[in-house]
T-cell receptor, first 113, second 114 residues
Framework: SQKIEQNSEALNIQEGKTATLTCNYT??????LQWYRQDPGRGPVFLLL?????KEKRKERLKVTFDTTLKQSLFHITASQPADSATYLC????????????FGTGTQLKVEL | GAGVSQSPSNKVTEKGKDVELRCDPI?????LYWYRQSLGQGLEFLIY????????KSGLPSDRFSAERTGGSVSTLTIQRTQQEDSAVYLC????????????FGPGTRLTVL
């Protein structure tokens, strides 16, 4: 069966450290993968998109890697801050998937002082 | 500029009643999506509009669910004869043309079916 798995347990890290979140998928052939941030009571906010032929993408303190052999994406936040505390979602658009996104359940990140 | 708006923000209804949820996308965005987020679940795709047409309705869970879009803008998601398992946050998103364009999400409508 098709699955997108993210760490269901919350990730607690200390301010200034690098947070690394994992997204694993099975039985999908994604054209690209996106990462979103969701705060309580709000809709997701787009952060980064990485295509199947890209290995790494960076934006300010954010870095995403995409390994289609391992079927895994890693999302890194460097120099983390308490304001980075949120739930982070990965989403796949499938090749020929008609524009819809399939989301993981998200990982809650808490950055502590 | 204005983002995606949804109304109502909260809706409590009794089992068996019909509900309508509204989405106002970003002006000029031709693609519109409805998703559902249940407690502990990921966002679940419901339906995709390109203009006023819905080329992908594959996520609608039953024939009690329907959606329409008029004037290439506002969309309404209707749930008939609501059931308790319909309780969730219903999220709408729009993007400029679809495809790999960024999807911009609204704040969602929290539906509670008693």
């Amino acid at each position: 069966s098709q699955k997108i798995e993210q760490n269901s347990e919350a990730l607690n890290i200390q301010e200034g450290k690098t947070a690394t979140l994992t997204c694993n998928y099975t039985n999908y052939s994604p054209a690209y993968l996106q990462w979103y941030r969701q705060d309580p009571g709000r809709g997701p906010v787009f952060l980064l998109l990485i295509r199947e032929n890209e290995k790494e993408k960076r934006k300010e303190r954010l870095k995403v890697t995409f390994d289609t052999t391992l079927k895994q994406s890693l999302f890194h936040i460097t120099a983390s801050q308490p304001a980075d505390s949120a739930t982070y979602l990965c989403a796949l658009e499938l090749t020929g998937g008609g524009n819809k996104l399939t989301f993981g359940t998200g990982t809650q990140l808490k950055v502590e002082l | 500029g204005a983002g995606v708006s949804q109304s109502p923000s909260n809706k409590v209804t009794e089992k068996g009643k019909d509900v309508e949820l509204r989405c106002d996308p970003i002006s000029g965005h031709t693609a519109l999506y409805w998703y559902r987020q249940s407690l502990g679940q990921g966002l679940e795709f419901l339906i995709y509009f390109q203009g006023n047409s819905a080329p992908d309705k594959s996520g609608l869970p039953s024939d009690r669910f329907s959606a329409e879009r008029t004037g290439g803008s506002v969309s309404t998601l209707t749930i008939q004869r609501t059931q308790q398992e319909d309780s969730a946050v219903y999220l709408c998103a729009s993007s400029l043309t679809g495809g790999s364009d960024t999807q911009y999400f609204g704040p969602g409508t929290r539906l509670t079916v008693l």
